[in-house]
C-alpha cells in the first residue's frame, strides 16, 4: 500500500516568505506527527494530531509555525516570514492508532527546505 | 528529561566485518526502544523495536537487545553487506506517549 507522503520534496524561499508543507499519511492512520531535521541532527518533535485534534504543538519553535489537519487526513505544515535558521528537513510520520505503548511511527520522505 | 546518545560516526567497515552501533538512553519513565534507518534518499524506515526489558528486536540480520541495566539499545550484525550502507538512528518513547526521541544518527558506508 501507499506509503506516507510529503510535498513539495524541495522547497526554496526567500528570508519573510510564507511556505506550506503537505503531508499524505496512510490512509486510516489516526496519529499524525511533524519533525524538523536539522542537517547532521536527529529529527525533532514539533506537533502531534489525532484525527483533527492538535494534541501536543509543545516543539513548535515559534508563533511563526502553525499546523492543522481540518479533516483528521492531510495536514499542512506553515511556516511564516521564513527565516534563515528555519532550513531542515520536515519529516511527517503517521500511526495507525492513537495510543498504546511502542506504536512504530511510519515517516514520509520529508521536504527539504532552504531559506535564503 | 528523555534523551538519545548514539556513538558518533562515519563508520566504514568492509563487507562481512561485525557491526556494532551503541546507543544509550536516558528516560522519565519506562520507554520503548527503536532503531530506524535511512537509506540514500529514502525517508526513514523501522528496521527494530523492543518495547520492554530483555526483549530483543531482530530484522535484516539486525539485532538489539533492550538493557535496563545500563540503558542501552546497542545495534549489532554479524557480517554487513555493501546494501547496508545508510544512516542509522536510536530512538525512544515514553509509556504510551507519541512523542519520539532521536539520537543524531550514525553513518555507516560498507566498503566491498
Known amino acids: 500500500g501507499a506509503g506516507v507522503s510529503q510535498s513539495p520534496r524541495y522547497k526554496v524561499a526567500k528570508r519573510g516568505q510564507d511556505v506550506a508543507l503537505r503531508c499524505d499519511p496512510i490512509?486510516?492512520?489516526?496519529?499524525l506527527f511533524w519533525y524538523q531535521q536539522a542537517l547532521g541532527q536527529g529529527p525533532e518533535f514539533l506537533t502531534y494530531?489525532?484525527?483533527?485534534?492538535?494534541?501536543?504543538k509543545s516543539g513548535l519553535p515559534s508563533d511563526r509555525f502553525f499546523a492543522e489537519r481540518p479533516e483528521g487526513s492531510v495536514s499542512t505544515l506553515k511556516i511564516q516570514r521564513t527565516q534563515q535558521e528555519d532550513s531542515a528537513v520536515y519529516l511527517c510520520?503517521?500511526?495507525?492508532?492513537?495510543?498504546?505503548?511502542?506504536?512504530?511511527?511510519?515517516f514520509g520522505p520529508g521536504t527539504r527546505l532552504l531559506v535564503l | 528529561g528523555n534523551s538519545v546518545t548514539q556513538m558518533e560516526g562515519p563508520v566504514t567497515l568492509s563487507e562481512e566485518a561485525f557491526l556494532t552501533i551503541n546507543c544509550t538512553y536516558t528516560?522519565?519513565?519506562?520507554?520503548?526502544l527503536f532503531w530506524y534507518v535511512q537509506y540514500p534518499g529514502e525517508g526513514l524506515q523501522l528496521l527494530l523495536k523492543?518495547?520492554?526489558?530483555?526483549d530483543k528486536g531482530s530484522n535484516k540480520g539486525f539485532e538489539a537487545t533492550y538493557r535496563k541495566e545500563t540503558t542501552s539499545f546497542h545495534l549489532e550484525k554479524g557480517s554487513v553487506q555493501v546494501s547496508d550502507s545508510a544512516v542509522y538512528f536510536c530512538?525512544?518513547?515514553?509509556?504510551?506517549?507519541?512523542?519520539?526521541?532521536f539520537g543524531t544518527g550514525t553513518s555507516l558506508t560498507v566498503i566491498p
Open positions: 494530531f489525532q484525527n483533527e485534534a492538535q494534541l501536543d
Open positions: 528516560a522519565t519513565g519506562y520507554p520503548s
Open positions: 510520520a503517521s500511526s495507525p492508532r492513537d495510543s498504546g505503548r511502542g506504536e512504530t511511527q511510519y
Open positions: 490512509s486510516g492512520h489516526v496519529s
Open positions: 523492543a518495547t520492554k526489558a530483555d
Open positions: 530512538a525512544l518513547v515514553v509509556g504510551t506517549g507519541n512523542q519520539f526521541y
